[in-house]
């Protein structure tokens, strides 16, 4: 591999004229400096097993060492930042601090070449890196991906992989959302009816909501406490903070399923109402009494033990207002608090959690319907419904996370073909993509600064196995972590034919991974999935 060929572009990358380059190989030692412990097993691992390489501990200074250093002093770097320096008597990597020295690692590792990807050695154990100089410092703080594992569920394993998948492209926020109306995915020991019953349903729909087809097998699965402290865990050795999402008050069916007195029981039998099996947006919400609170409490309660993330989302997107409008016990609910309406009611609630988790050293943040009847102090938006709720944000001071629907929905459609599996939503492909700003020109500079980052939404409703997650991630989410890590110029002026490229070199180390990607000449035989009704309507909101 060459420094041409690297995927998140670097900001500079400048190969030696002449020289070997440096061979790793059975007598390649390593040296790890304090605070780089994690990239040192880390290496270990991922290196040590692709080439069946002992790579033993060796004193600081050793010829033929990959050296791990953080950057002190005089040289010390920005946070996440690295250089790469590698001679032909060995590797450096410098970090402003250990994560940037991760990252730098994980720039070793692709220009190692694609067998660096592996597992077990496919070839002789050994392999050569080309001589030069990479520095590199990301653009954003916040660099995320979304993974809907309450649609469907994705075990502990396959989440591992993705955690995997997510710091192999310099991504840094794993967005964890954990229930909806489909499952409830997390154990609170408190409640374990939400477990017990709403992380499972009797049957799933199988394409758009409206397909006539269904999946008639149970559906369901969630992770006990050991198994997200092991997922925290697991993240933190690669960089990586988990942001739990507990959906409120909308997306909960699930939760009244399992706890009737949750939901709105004056306008509707909630005892009746079992986890939805099926897609789009459900009327039943939770209630606003004083019993739901104490309720939700008890479960953030739990997840502040199991999440130490400083942010914590707490969805309040898509929350229909119909029961609210239709129950009289919240009509003198919004009486009694002295707010307008079911919006400033809906802002009430969220309004309770932001100063709730403020109190305990954590905030706030949500979709961009959080915005509707006064946003909460303190809390952040994630802005999906395009641009405007994140300008709205930013311009009023409050920190903004720009994950459109329109650029960055990776469940929505790479192609306008009729063989694309299930197809959802706004055609956007990976030049579309590539093409994302995160940053709306309607900030000022000052404004802007309130841009913590971008993430990459993976809405799972019609993604029934990680084969199809794959598919709808891959190659995009190359793309999209070259948008969150690199300074790009305007969109515009972006070169996309050197990205594709660059990405030839990056497909081999994906069928390495055995990502499941979508080729670039469109989905093989496999990856289709014809009669399956998808919501191939461009320009319109997919609802699904």
């Not at 009327?283 to 008890?298: I, Q, W």
Request: glycine share 10%.
């Amino acid at each position: 591999m060459t420094f041409e060929q690297l995927i998140p572009a670097p900001a500079r990358a400048e190969g030696a004229q002449g020289g070997d380059g440096f061979t790793v190989d059975a007598s390649t030692t390593l040296w790890a400096g304090p605070g780089t412990e994690s990239t040192e097993r880390w290496l270990r691992t991922t290196l040590g097993a692709a080439f069946q390489l002992p790579l033993a501990p060796a004193p600081e200074g050793t010829p033929g060492a990959i050296s791990l250093r953080i950057a002190e002093g005089d040289a010390a770097l920005a946070p996440e930042a690295y250089r790469l320096t590698v001679t032909g008597d060995g590797v450096e990597i410098l970090g402003g601090d250990a994560a940037g020295v991760f990252w730098g690692a994980q720039t070793l590792r692709q220009l190692l070449g694609p067998a660096a990807f592996r597992r077990a050695p496919v070839a002789a154990g050994r392999t050569t890196v080309p001589e030069g100089v990479v520095e590199d410092a990301p653009r954003f703080r916040w660099r995320g991906m979304m993974l809907d594992v309450a649609r469907h569920f994705m075990p502990k394993e396959g989440v591992f992989r993705y955690l995997d998948l997510l710091a192999a492209h310099k991504l840094n926020v794993f967005h964890f959302h954990l229930t909806d109306d489909q499952g409830w995915r997390v154990e609170i020991k408190r409640y374990p009816r939400l477990t017990e019953v709403g992380a499972w349903r009797t049957r799933t729909k199988w394409g758009h909501r409206a397909s006539e087809l269904w999946d008639e097998k149970p559906h369901g699965g969630f992770y006990t406490q050991d198994d997200i402290r092991e997922i925290v865990a697991y993240a933190a050795a690669r960089h990586i903070t988990v942001v739990p999402e507990i959906d409120v008050p909308g997306h909960s069916q699930a939760a009244i399923a399992a706890y009737p007195e949750l939901g709105n029981t004056d306008v509707i039998d909630t005892n009746a109402l079992s986890v939805w099996d099926t897609w789009g947006v459900t009327p039943n919400v939770l209630a606003p009494t004083d019993g739901t609170l104490r309720f939700y409490e008890g479960v953030f309660e739990e997840v502040l033990e199991l999440f130490p993330s400083t942010f914590i989302h707490v969805g309040g997107d898509e929350c229909p207002k119909e029961q609210w409008k239709d129950s009289q016990a919240v009509q003198e609910r919004i009486e009694q608090l002295g707010v307008s309406n079911e919006d400033e009611l809906q802002s009430w609630f969220i309004r309770h959690f932001d100063k709730w988790l403020a109190a305990r050293g954590r905030r706030l943040i949500g979709w961009d319907e959080i915005l509707e009847g006064g946003l909460a102090e303190g809390a952040a938006v994630s802005s999906w419904r395009g641009y405007g709720g994140g300008i709205a944000a930013a311009k009023a001071g409050h920190d903004v996370v720009m994950c459109p629907e329109q650029h960055v929905y990776l469940d929505h459609r790479q192609h306008g073909g009729a063989d694309e599996p299930v197809p959802i939503g706004f055609v956007r492909t990976l030049e579309d993509v590539y093409r994302f700003e995160p940053v709306p020109k309607e900030l000022t500079e000052d404004e802007a600064r309130h841009v913590l980052g971008t993430q990459a939404n993976v809405w799972t409703e019609v993604m029934e196995s990680p084969a199809r997650v794959d598919y709808q991630v891959f190659p995009r989410l190359a793309a999209f972590a070259e948008v969150a890590w690199s300074a790009l110029p305007a969109p515009a002026a972006r070169d996309f034919t050197g990205f594709q490229d660059r990405m030839t070199a990056h497909y081999a180390r994906l069928d390495a991974l055995g990502v499941a990607y979508r080729p670039p000449g469109g989905p093989l035989p496999w990856q289709k999935r014809p009669g399956v009704l998808g919501r191939p309507i461009e320009g319109a909101p997919p609802n699904v």
